[in-house]
């Protein structure tokens, strides 16, 4: 897990895709909901109001393939708000969610990259292919009731750029390798789950 490594998407051939999904949060103080969360200025901040577990919640309407996901916390600011375990799942609905990620911070200050070295997805096994991606804040620090998270950020491969640089010449035997998984279990052990594509399925676009 990185912290405020460098990060340039239209250099890595990513764009952002979280404005294509219906984002929800378990609960939110008035002015600190989605809008704030999904702002540029990291200065807004979704905060909760409610019991924990805190979920966010960021629902697509067809299967998309993530490849990054960052997420931005600042202890400095935020202090016992500030999340100490966070736990990410995936799956095609709240029915069959799988944990894929779980995360524990001491002091984070900035943007920090959530590993997805193990779900399995992609030809570099990196990618993950879902319809529902939740956020799950588990632990604040000091035994905080109420979180704060101040940015989120979903990214999946920019199709214009990769078919500049010569996809387009792949064969349909070569494009089916692409779309297996959902998710799979990593060292830890965590649950598996599948998930084929089908063919009526492709790559969301930004319009």
């Not at 736990?87 to 984070?108: K, N, R, V």
């Not at 594509?197 to 319009?207: I, N, Y």
Request: charged share 25%; aromatic share 8%; with cysteine.
């Amino acid at each position: 897990m990185e912290i405020d490594t460098p990060f340039d998407p239209s250099a890595l051939g990513l764009k952002e895709i979280g404005n294509l999904a219906s984002w929800t949060v378990s609960s939110c103080k008035p002015g600190c909901g989605i809008e704030a969360l999904r702002d540029e200025d990291t200065g807004l901040f979704w905060q909760s109001d409610g019991p924990q577990p805190h979920h966010l919640n960021i629902h697509f309407s067809r299967l998309v393939s993530i490849v990054s996901i960052r997420i931005f916390l600042d202890f400095e600011a935020d202090e016992s708000y500030t999340p100490t375990r966070i736990t990410l799942l995936a799956g095609t609905g709240y029915h069959d969610l799988i944990p894929f990620s779980a995360l524990e911070f001491a002091q984070p200050k900035g943007w920090i990259d959530v590993p997805l070295d193990h779900v399995g997805g992609g030809e570099d096994g990196k990618t993950l292919r879902a319809f529902l991606l939740q956020v799950r804040v588990v632990e604040n620090h000091q035994n905080g009731k109420d979180t704060h998270v101040r940015g989120l950020k979903v990214y999946a491969r920019d199709e214009r750029v990769r078919g500049m640089l010569g996809d387009l010449h792949l064969g349909r035997e070569e494009m089916e390798k692409r779309k297996p998984v959902v998710v799979r279990a990593d060292s830890n052990g965590l649950e598996r789950g599948w998930v084929v594509e089908p063919d009526w399925m492709g790559e969301p676009e930004l319009r």
